[in-house]
């Protein structure tokens, strides 16, 4: 794989055959926006590359892997752990040009989309039939199916809806070489070779780049209600979310937000949220009303035999979306505060088994206090299990004591809970030191099936540790905040 | 990989030092018994070799992989594709004594075996618990939770509940090369690396051992409630099964079971079911009694419209467990009646989109009868689109024709319904053939993968169309029954 930048010309006019002068671009301030992505880190392409079909895709990877340039896939930059950058430079791929539903087919409950179709837009469509594509992940409004199934995005209905990966049927997807592979089946059942549709979710643009995605839908719930309980301590709430569970009822979401995450909240409402220390929301959701309201009734009860100190039972659809939009743009809010005097750095994703939920929740803010985090913000998709710190330190002169609240946290979730390093957001860079630590000798393997697809590596080098293992979490920093 | 068996003794020696001389065997009756599964294929295995741990599995895959000794691990031998013989001669590793329930754990909803545990055998534990692993093959009372994992089982449950993948969570496995590697996590959630839980599921076999496996179960339904429908036609039938999914309920079960398959059921039950012609068995279940009947009494309205002749609803516990056990016999029956003039040798495995189901049923009749099936016996889980047909040739004399038939029938699946060659049985040798026709370039991107794990090719070799694709279907005939 080439590090260096080949002649700007020689891209603009290679890349401008296959997709027109129009769809590149070299310029340096384009180069600059693209060096960012929700992340802390920083990585900036050599062009920017808006393919519009397959047949240019095929023709963009072939001349990149001759000419090992690393190619980078992006969908709406909305990453949180630097999977969208062109960390070892290379050609952006912007793949917001290949936005089309190509079916919608109720009767097979399908969908077949391109990859840079926005996840908000589809379900608009999806909703015209009352249907919809359940995962929504925080970035809902401008995220891409693309990038959701790279990343095999989460959210808020998790819980009882599943993540991405549980919903994608089949891609296409097309390789360096210029193979075109399909994957998966229209039948909802095959047992029929290894599963590549899996393997690539997930994969965050290391083996190729996906061109169709076919994906599962579901009937739009018709009744939905939410509640939310204020509680003394989040040891409180996360016992009351264990209890939940265990009653029997699946919420379709349980948040778990702390009072620094609900100051982040409130300001963008109209009508404040009564949060305070530690609080739930949760929704209920279902095709029946009595039993809608049967299991929120039942949730409230359990909120209050865990000592909730308030509880507030909403019908109101206008509430009820506020309420999520405002927990949706909670991550944004925080790195939004950077410049003022919190700086969250570290966006941490961890996931742990249910039944531990309370106990970690204690835990990993002592372990990150004990390793010199001055402040911890908790919030979270506390139902299945995953736990958001965002930790505030100042990058100029704490990357050291960073690494070390990072390592801390990450060791106790692999160590003593058998979590996961990231529930959601993906590796990128960010999760990439930690990758030995979940996976062991097993990584090891993950290098040789991209080598399968991939034997160049030209495919978004640089991340999940696959090539590399970075020794910090806070490598390719933005230079004008700090950092390498 | 050696095709030539070294000599016995040598075997019998070096695997005795590992797992002791009780649990080797090179005689030749319990060889021969080892030679055939559930399948129309036979491969006598060199030796047979009983781990009863991941240690002892270790030192047995160093060894064969120094010695290019084939190892075929099995469960319990009821697969349909032939993917638990010796095909390529070597070592049968019998999974059975590692049994263990290593954990249950209620809290987190999830259970930790042993890969040789029968299927049954961990339902009972469950119960116990008021818990069930919901996927129910046919071959439940015997089938191993390993074989379910390594073929991506599926069952009369999985239009409800899903197949064995939605349900595994982590595995441990040994490669050939001694290398122990631990996948997946007891988060619920996990967007860490690659997905190579999914990629050991369903894959036969064919890289490397499974010796642990995290499930998640679910709490046992409280309440059920079958009914059985007799339809004039199969598409009748067809066309009811996706009125049912149209009308918003998912049943728990929902089986197509055509006269002759009706008739290979009833001898062994004490009180005949009413079939027909066409029929339908369906299912509900849930936690709240009124929901399961209002479901049920809509599938039976639906059945009605859809012009059903008789319609029986029955709640007895007694009567609903005979009619399941008799159609979890159903193959195996169909495979019995071979000496009674109807000879199925090939038991079909399609899946289908579920809105196609009505077409299909008919049209897949109708080419096998082109490509001259003198008798085609139909049965399925018709909610999930998957379609078993059983057909009857003479293979001592009609190869050709039963190739005809096959491919016939896979490629209408594959060309003109986008369907799966293999919804639930596994592909082993019976359906490699057809590897290149469902997967195409993909297909070599499979056989690249197994060489990152098994480089030499010793895990269950030739099956899957992963080291050579297979004219015939009706390769490695039992010599007794006729084939080459």
Redesign the interface.
């Known amino acids: 794989m080439s590090s260096k930048a080949p002649d700007q010309n020689f891209l603009f006019e290679n890349f401008s055959k296959i997709v027109g002068k129009d769809d590149v671009s070299v310029d340096e301030t384009e180069l600059f926006a693209y060096s960012l992505d929700a992340s802390n880190h920083q990585g900036e392409p050599w062009a920017i590359v808006r393919p519009e079909n397959r047949d240019e895709l095929v023709q963009i990877l072939k001349f990149c892997n001759e000419q090992r340039i690393p190619v980078n896939p992006r969908g709406a930059g909305t990453s949180f752990a630097g999977q969208a950058l062109a960390l070892k430079g290379g050609v952006m791929l912007d793949m917001r040009k290949m936005n089309r539903i190509k079916e919608i087919?109720i009767?097979?409950?399908?969908v077949v989309v391109e990859p840079g179709i926005v996840y908000s837009k589809l379900n608009e469509e999806l909703a015209k039939y009352g249907y919809s594509f359940p995962p929504e992940p925080g970035s809902a409004m401008s995220c891409t199916i693309g990038g959701m199934v790279s990343?095999?995005?989460?959210g808020i209905r998790?819980i009882k809806y599943g993540?991405t990966?549980?919903f994608v049927m089949g891609l296409e997807a097309v390789?360096p070489n210029g193979?075109?592979?399909?994957?998966g089946?229209?039948?909802?059942?095959?047992?029929?070779?290894?599963?590549?549709t899996?393997?690539f979710?997930?994969?965050e643009g290391t083996l190729g780049v996906i061109t169709e995605i076919t994906l599962k839908i579901l009937?739009k719930p018709k009744h939905v209600q939410v509640l939310i309980a204020v509680f003394k301590t989040a040891v409180d709430a996360g016992k009351a979310a264990?209890q939940i569970i265990?009653s029997?009822i699946t919420p379709s979401a349980m948040e778990f937000v702390d009072q620094f995450t609900a100051a982040a909240m409130n300001p963008g409402l109209s009508k404040p949220l009564p949060l305070g220390e530690a609080n739930l929301m949760i929704e209920t959701d279902g095709?029946?009303e009595d039993?809608v309201k049967a299991e929120m009734e039942k949730a409230a009860k359990v909120c209050q035999e865990s000592g909730a100190l308030e509880i507030k039972v909403s019908q109101d659809p206008e509430e009820r979306l506020q309420m999520w939009r405002a927990r949706d743009s909670v991550t944004t809010r925080l790195m939004q505060l950077r410049g003022e005097g919190m700086v969250p750095y570290a966006i941490v994703d961890?996931?742990?088994?249910?039944?531990?939920v309370p106990e970690a929740l204690r835990e990993l803010k002592d372990v990150a206090k004990k390793a010199g985090a001055p402040l911890i913000v908790m919030f979270g998709?506390i139902g299945?299990?995953?736990i958001h710190l965002a930790l505030s330190i100042d990058p100029t002169k704490e990357l050291e004591k960073g690494d070390k609240i990072a390592r801390s946290i990450m060791e106790t979730v692999i160590n003593k809970?058998?979590?996961?390093?990231?529930?959601?957001?993906?590796?990128g860079l960010s999760?990439a030191p930690f990758?030995p630590l979940?996976?062991?000798?097993?990584?090891n393997?993950?290098s040789?099936?991209?080598k399968?697809?991939d034997p160049n590596g030209i495919m978004n080098p640089g991340i999940?540790g696959l090539d590399e293992i970075p020794q910090s979490t806070f490598t390719h920093m933005p230079k004008k905040i700090g950092g390498s």
Chains 1, 2 share one sequence.
């Open positions: 087919n009767g097979d409950r399908t990343n095999n995005a989460g998790a993540v990966r549980d390789l193979d075109v592979i399909r994957t089946s229209r039948s909802i059942k095959t047992s029929s070779g290894y599963d590549l899996r393997l979710v997930g994969s009937p264990s265990n029997g095709t029946e039993i961890t996931g742990v088994p249910i039944s531990r998709h299945d299990g995953n809970y058998r979590g996961t390093i990231t529930a959601e957001h993906g590796v999760k990758m979940e996976h062991g000798v097993a990584l393997y993950m040789k099936i991209k399968v697809f999940m």
